[in-house]
């Protein structure tokens, strides 16, 4: 029951929040004891009935809303009557209380026909409430199992909070290997989420943890979203379904008979395409002339199928790596690295390594049949490099944001609800501070009053000793703080999702003044010892005297949207830095922005009309940054705002930003990969690929090593020079 309390809580509530939670828990409690009478009648097949899957609903975008009810209405009528409809995420364009009422309206179409919804992305990223959002929202947990008529249900969340990737988190893992446990091996399963698993680009990096995890049972099916395609595809024998977006017009209807599922797609035929049997719409017909039309997709075996044997294995034959695999009867293989396009693979094939960055890479070997299976295995396989890990770790939680050194002690903020010290010669644990939320942003290391300083989901602020990890205060908030403190003048500054910058004496954790806000804040807080400086969701940029709380000045920073008090382009996810009489920061819309620390007044920008998540570093009279979802970083003078430099790391580089240490910077893209460039040239000095788990957050380094986290609770550390390797290994 705890667990479940946490899992609704994700973020932050206030008393009417926690009467919803009560409820949604009993809710909980009663679907889990339906699994539970499962275990004990043997298995049934089922007697008949029809289900629907929906998906990307994205209401508050234009007038989706007004689709999306219409096509409640039309499933409210099908004949046979649905029992229950499952829409796998992104109900909410940008999950704001207004979206979510416009939502619960459109749902009254539904009659009495029961939604089942998943969160996606859209749902999570930029919610004013964070998961917590959702769950008011919808009125429904962030992840559930029930069983209808001889099938087990189960949706996962598989967003992770204030991003666009997908993550199914060790917790919910944990919470399904227990679920399925108790519904034996035999009970077919249906499982829906919104990031696809299973397909050459990767949206959810534990996707593998997941199929392990799923293998001894039957699942039959995986309903998918996100794509905003009428697409299906196989994951190790078992059929998944996508369908575009519900305003775009499809969804599916699935028939469960006592031995099959017989899948048929409702959608809106292209008007492009010319076919006998579609009505073809002219240029200058009205988009309601065509008729919707509905498809016979697939029919599924709902009993457990054997699974064929892949012989396959990889294996590094000096600068190739070497792919040996024998096809089961009637497959073809194919193979893929990593997540490039899959290639024919006729029982051998040798993949020159000089193209991969050195670490750790995955080869998927497929096998398919005639009839659409397909089984994947994956291989993995260590590249040898300029550098390799000196250690690694399992800290046991998601690592999503900035890491933090003081002395010999690595502070690593974790998703699984902890803030965990380790050394930094061999990454064993020192200790780790229990929250009873997510811990989202970096922590802050006090020199001045020797303390830790960090917020959580849970609504606390902590105050810790670094030494041992005794809390030495905590102070409540109006809401979850998300946001990353920093302290000055003895008063330390962070705002939450209650739309409030707060100030709090450092030394007890008593509140000193807020500067009210109009929407949530979530980066860190920036300070040059007088002032603090705090950017938010509500499109402005806030500059704060730290004794007294005062607003110096504030600008609005960000090109701005028709929403009320949130744009999508805000200064809200990197957190400033200061220097040289400037502060700098970047906006969501690709901006670099050098202000006046005086009166906020823009000298210099960089405009890379990309997007602006990852933080600026400032060192030295220096600016580096990252302004692109290409993976294009650059260094730029502080003064001037001129060129240095700029590099290319070849992939995507989201919320990681650059840390410095020995003359060297560090920044890592989401696949994985890790970036040493020479902050002089802008050199690219080595690159090194962990196992696989998105990097959203950022690295941390001394003037030896360089540490990093992964959203698969990885902690690894490597040398800062790959000639230095070797005395670092004799060293230790
Ligand atoms: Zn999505």
Redesign the pocket.
């Known amino acids: 029951m705890l667990h479940d309390v946490k899992m609704i809580a994700a973020c932050g509530m206030n008393e009417a929040m926690r009467i919803v939670r009560c409820l949604l828990v009993y809710s909980i409690i009663a679907l889990t004891g339906c699994s539970s009478k499962a275990q004990v009648a043997p298995v049934a097949p089922p007697k008949g009935f029809t289900f629907i899957h929906c998906s990307?609903v994205h209401v508050g975008a234009g007038n989706n809303h007004e689709t999306d009810a219409a096509l409640f209405a039309e499933i409210a009528k099908l004949d046979p009557k649905p029992a229950f409809v499952v829409a796998t995420?992104?109900i909410c364009e940008y999950g704001t209380d207004e979206q979510y009422a416009l939502y619960r309206e459109t749902l009254n179409n539904l009659g009495d026909v029961k939604m089942y919804p998943a969160p996606?992305?859209?749902d999570v990223r930029w919610n004013p409430r964070g998961k917590e959002g959702y769950t008011l929202g919808t009125g429904g947990p962030l992840y559930r199992s029930w069983d209808y008529d001889g099938v087990h249900f189960v949706t996962l969340d598989s967003t992770v909070l204030l991003e666009h990737w997908g993550h199914i988190s060790q917790e919910q893992l944990n919470w399904l290997k227990k679920d399925l446990a108790k519904i034996g091996r035999e009970k077919p399963v249906i499982i829906g989420f919104?990031?696809w698993i299973g397909r050459e680009s990767v949206q959810t990096d534990s996707e593998q943890a997941l199929m392990d995890l799923v293998k001894p049972y039957n699942v039959v099916l995986w309903l998918q979203?996100?794509g905003h395609a009428d697409i299906d595809w196989n994951v190790n024998g078992v059929p998944a379904t996508m369908v575009k977006g519900l305003y775009q017009n499809s969804y599916d209807i699935i028939q469960v008979t006592p031995d099959e599922l017989r899948i048929r797609k409702r959608t809106l035929p292209d008007p492009k395409k010319k076919s006998s049997d579609e009505l073809v719409r002219e240029k200058t017909a009205p988009a309601d002339k065509i008729q919707p039309v509905v498809k016979p997709l697939m029919n599924i075996p709902l009993k457990k199928q054997p699974v064929p044997n892949i012989v396959a294995d990889a294996k590094l034959e000096d600068d190739q790596i070497v792919i040996d695999a024998t096809a089961p009867h009637g497959a073809t293989l194919e193979y893929r690295v990593d997540t490039a396009h899959p290639q024919p693979l006729s029982g051998l094939a040798r993949i020159p390594t000089t193209q991969l960055v050195p670490g750790e890479h995955v080869i998927t070997v497929q096998a398919s049949f005639p009839d659409k299976r397909a089984y994947q295995k994956p291989l993995p396989v260590t590249i040898p490099g300029a550098v390799s890990q000196l250690w690694q770790t399992d800290v046991g939680g998601e690592v999503q944001s900035p890491l933090v050194k003081h002395g010999d002690t690595i502070y690593v903020s974790s998703m699984g609800n902890d803030l965990i010290a380790l050394r930094d010669s061999d990454g064993k644990e020192k200790w780790r501070v229990k929250t009873a939320g997510p811990i989202f942003q970096a922590s802050h290391f006090d020199d001045a009053s020797n303390t830790l300083y960090f917020g959580s989901a849970d609504h606390f602020v902590y105050a810790v000793n670094p030494n041992n990890g005794h809390v030495k205060w905590k102070a409540e908030l109006g809401g979850a703080v998300l946001a990353g403190p920093n302290v000055a003048q003895g008063v330390l500054s962070v705002g939450t999702t209650d739309t409030k910058i707060y100030g709090i004496d450092a030394s007890n954790g008593n509140k000193l003044w807020t500067v009210q806000g109009k929407n949530m804040f979530q980066s860190k807080t920036a300070t040059d010892g007088q002032r603090f400086f705090v950017g938010g969701w509500d499109n402005f940029f806030r500059c704060i005297d730290a004794k007294s709380g005062q607003e110096i000045w504030s600008k609005e920073l960000g090109r701005k949207q028709n929403y009320k008090n949130f744009s999508a382009f805000s200064p809200a996810i990197t957190s400033p830095a200061v220097g040289d009489g400037k502060v700098f920061v970047s906006t969501n819309d690709g901006i670099l922005h050098g202000l006046k620390i005086e009166n906020g007044d823009e000298v210099w920008r960089v405009d890379w009309k990309k997007m602006g998540y990852s933080s600026p570093l400032y060192r030295d009279g220096r600016v580096y940054a990252a302004l692109s979802d290409e993976g294009k970083a650059f260094c730029v003078d502080a003064n001037t705002g001129e060129f240095k430099w700029t590099a290319e790391t070849g992939a995507v580089i989201y919320d990681s930003s650059f840390c410095f240490g020995g003359g060297n910077v560090f920044i890592a893209n989401v696949n994985g990969t890790i970036n040493s460039i020479n902050a002089d040239s802008g050199k690219i000095e080595w690159q090194y690929r962990m196992p696989p788990g998105h990097l959203l957050g950022s690295p941390v380094a001394d003037d030896d090593r360089v540490y990093m986290g992964s959203m698969n609770g990885l902690m690894i550390a490597l040398p800062i020079h790959a000639s230095r390797q070797a005395e670092s290994a004799v060293g230790n």
């Open positions: 990307d995420g992104d996606g992305n859209h919104h990031h979203g996100h």
